[in-house]
């Protein structure tokens, strides 16, 4: 093959190559759409560094700290990537003089994962970003430990400490000016304790209304707290005093208390005072009651000038509980049949009346009507003749049959009609 053929023969198989991929291209742009994603990404925008400061300024105070970007490329492609590590933001300030004091420079995007997956940035929302620039100090400063909002209720804490107990801080000078406190804010422990260590607490620079200052960098970052807390003033038993007397046939049963201690605060020669009665007497009067009490008691009276319960503000919880006390009456009642066979009837029944024994609260048991109780003898399953039979009885919720006098009734039952007006089938 000639020179010639040889590079007509390499023509053709480049312009059916070329071909193929346009081929290809097409039909997989028709499979997969390309989009255009103009807020990215769409669940917060990312973070503007600022990088490259002349030696000895810091920047601070940026009129961006973070954007979003516009994406062009596959739907597929832009979903596979990750914000937070495949997209970085920048502005280069190497531009800056050492002298200057302000400084503009354009936001930057690198993301090489971007052009693997045919992914393009179109634009950047905030390109631009002004940046002031101050002297760069580093200070030392101590690191103040916190705990989450106030103090624990009924505590106060008494030491703090943290290690290292004190950190670097590297920034502009007016930015680094700005800071008032480092903070290290702890957890809330899962228990409360004399003793509570904290590891691996964030330290924040704050300024002078507690917001956080940025622009400065603390080294290290993240420190190990300690907090020792105690109770605020003294605890002392509280005992519930009961005056009066309960109703007629009740006693009490049970007593309780909630809280059984007080913590209590105040004037130190006041808390001695109430420490050396040794416990707090909460009176409940109980004059007629007749069941369970349950009664919030103020304690605030009881208490000398100046002494509050820290625990209890509202007062404490008494519950007395008072119990009908058991007593027995007799009382005659009348005896009915049940279950009485088909095509049978009562010829006669004696005796048709009963004495009954009954037990249930003394106070209530006077007011117990006979009709109340079910006297009954159960004739199931017995036939035509005399029959002796041991009586029942049914009695009211409360109240306990104890016997019946006589204990069981004659019966006479015949088949047929009925030969006698004989109580209840």
Excluded at 162 to 174: I, N, S
Excluded at 408 to 422: H, I, N, Q
Aim: proline letters at 8%.
């Amino acid at each position: 093959m000639s020179g010639r053929q040889w590079i007509g023969s390499l023509s053709s198989l480049m312009l059916a190559l070329v071909l193929t991929l346009m081929l290809w291209f097409v039909a997989t742009e028709r499979e997969r759409q390309l989009v255009t994603v103009d807020v990215y990404p769409r669940n917060g925008p990312l973070p503007v560094a600022l990088i490259g400061a002349p030696e000895g300024r810091s920047p601070y105070d940026p009129s961006v700290r973070e954007t979003t970007v516009t994406l062009r490329g596959f739907g597929d492609a832009i979903a596979a990537l990750d914000p937070a590590r495949d997209i970085r933001l920048a502005a280069d300030l190497g531009q800056a003089t050492p002298q200057a004091t302000t400084h503009a420079a354009l936001v930057q995007v690198m993301c090489a994962r971007c052009a693997r997956l045919g992914v393009r940035v179109m634009a950047v929302a905030d390109s631009r970003v002004e940046v002031r620039l101050g002297r760069t100090v580093t200070e030392t400063r101590s690191v103040h430990v916190d705990w989450p909002g106030a103090a624990p209720s009924g505590h106060v804490i008494t030491r703090q400490s943290a290690t290292p107990a004190q950190v670097r801080l590297w920034g502009a000078e007016d930015a680094v000016r700005r800071v008032q406190r480092l903070v290290a804010v702890t957890a809330e422990p899962e228990q409360l304790q004399d003793v509570m260590r904290f590891e691996d607490v964030p330290v924040i620079p704050v300024d002078d209304e507690g917001l956080r200052v940025l622009d400065v960098i603390v080294r290290p970052d993240r420190v190990e707290a300690e907090l020792h807390a105690r109770r605020r003033g003294i605890e002392v038993s509280v005992r519930p005093e009961l005056t009066g007397v309960e109703a007629d046939g009740y006693y009490i049963t049970g007593v309780a208390i909630e809280p059984q201690t007080l913590q209590l605060e105040g004037p130190a020669d006041e808390l001695r005072a109430v420490e050396a009665a040794g416990s707090l007497r909460v009176p409940v009067a109980i004059d007629g009651e007749a069941g369970d009490i349950v009664r919030r008691v103020a304690v605030g009276d009881l208490l000398p000038p100046g002494v509050s319960a820290i625990n209890a503000p509202e007062g404490v919880t008494v519950t007395v509980n008072l119990t009908p006390l058991p007593g027995t009456r007799t009382m005659e009642a009348a005896v009915t049949t049940r279950n009485l066979g088909e095509a049978l009837s009562v010829q006669s029944l004696a005796p048709a009346r009963v004495d009954v024994l009954i037990s249930g609260p003394r106070a209530e048991l006077a007011l117990l009507r006979p009709d109340s109780l079910t006297v009954s003898a159960d004739l199931a399953g017995l036939g035509p003749g005399r029959h002796t039979v041991r009586l029942g009885v049914d009695a009211p919720a409360g109240y306990l049959p104890r016997s019946t006098t006589p204990g069981t009734v004659e019966v006479v039952l015949v088949a047929g009609a009925r030969a006698t007006a004989a109580p209840g089938r």
